[in-house]
């Protein structure tokens, strides 16, 4: 898992080796542990641990955090109590006076102290002096769809801290918010649209976070089956989605696989999905041998880095396996278990660095208890279809329909290209050879050779084209990229197909040359949706 604070030693000289690389890796994480430990000493002594057993100790660890709740990240803690059963009501009160702070200060950053909210008075300012067409522009505004952010010392955390909202509210019934919330999926619909789904840590973190609120689950579902559904398509070149392309200091490029990867796309199908699909038999075997002997599975960074062992990572792969079941998963996560509880911090925590350690505590707790099979965790394990836990008005529910729509995401990298390289920062930079084939191949196996065809032909007419535009060529291509990874899909959803199919058709039948293509490939994605 690449972290960010990691990267700082891809500056030193080439003469420093690997094992002083990790040396140096290892020591950056026990002072920041260590520094962490000493802040929440001064609220916890260490004689209040005396005698608990690891889980009491992460509980009475929690407590504090819950009781002195400093950031939004912390507010897991809350999340944690709730959904074992005790009454939060006394800590959420404590939070809803600094979620209304965090809001006025979101909106008078942006629009002035004057600002006002269209539906209501979020600033304490008079009702009556509300400037409509300020407040309409502050109601619509794409950057004005959060108001709560994430602690510096803890980079990963912001892919992590929407979820701990999402989770939040709904746990600890909070109300009063709900326009954030129908804001927040009207924005990430829109970015998912406009931007596509990047490939990385980030996005998968992220899909793997929001996976774990039944209410985010609920309200973001189209969007996140769509950042799932590009997330399960390889790299190019590569013949796994748990695979990657890392190029280091000297633009040589390596093949790292990523466990959490693995792990979080099982998680998510079968949270947004239910029954396992016919794939995830590979997948689990696969993960299942990812597991480390002393029952850990690694955090893999690219050279020289190196490898080690990941409370995250392990966590995460509990998570999936626990879900899904298969045969010999139950010694599997009673090893995890075992090494996770080895590797408690002295103060109660578990700790990983750039990561929460609130986060990451709740997130083993609740691993602790899938792997044991005990009731109580922060997510509805029991049902394909999850529901709020808290109240919910019918006004609300008819908002958050016209918010979210089902729609598609444009994988990043051209899968009708071929083999080629995309230029650009080494980081961002992606290796695009052969993942064409890998498409194609999928296709032929599933009896779809003439589609293939298709593709591959409107694909010639579009780029030889003299009559359109270089941005008009890519605008298609990418539409046609998504044709092809929904394609080779094994149940397709077939609206999509359709609508993208006639779209292309009425966009390309007056270029000279390739409205033939394009109406040979509507009629063979007709044949496929019937």
Known sequence: MPRRKLRVASERSSKVTSKELAIDLRRLEADARKAYLTHYRSFMPETELVGLSAIEKAEAWLRCVALNCQSYA????????ASRGESVDEMAKKIIPYWKRGERFAIESRYGSSAMYL??????????????????????????????????DFGDTDMTIDATMFRTMEWCDIGGFDDWWKRYAANLHLEVMSSGVERGSSSHLFLFSLCRSDYAMELLRGDLEFILSALEVPEHGLRFPWQAWVFQPNRVAEVVEYPWYLAGILFARRRL?????????????TLLKMQGENGAWKVKWSAPYGERDSVVETAIAMHALALEKPRGFSLCVSNGAKWLLENQDEGGFWYELSMEPSFVT?????ALSLASDKPGVTFDVSAETTEIKGRRSSEHEQERGRVVSPTFVLPKGDVVMGDKIETGSIQAGILNMGRFDHVVSKLNELDRGELAAGIVSLKDAILASQSLSEKDKEEHIEILNVVAVEAAKEQPNKTMLRVLGDGLLAALKVAPGIAVAATALQRLLQVITK
């Open 74 to 81: 912390e507010q897991e803690a809350l999340v944690y109590f």
């Open 362 to 366: 709740v997130l083993v707790l609740d």
């Open 273 to 285: 999905r239910g029954a396992s699909e016919r794939s995830s038999g590979q997948y689990l075997d």
């Open 119 to 152: 539906e209501g008075d979020v600033t304490g300012n008079d009702k009556s002096k509300a400037n409509p067409n300020e407040a309409s522009t502050w109601f619509t505004d794409r950057v004005a769809s959060k108001f709560w952010d994430t602690p510096r």
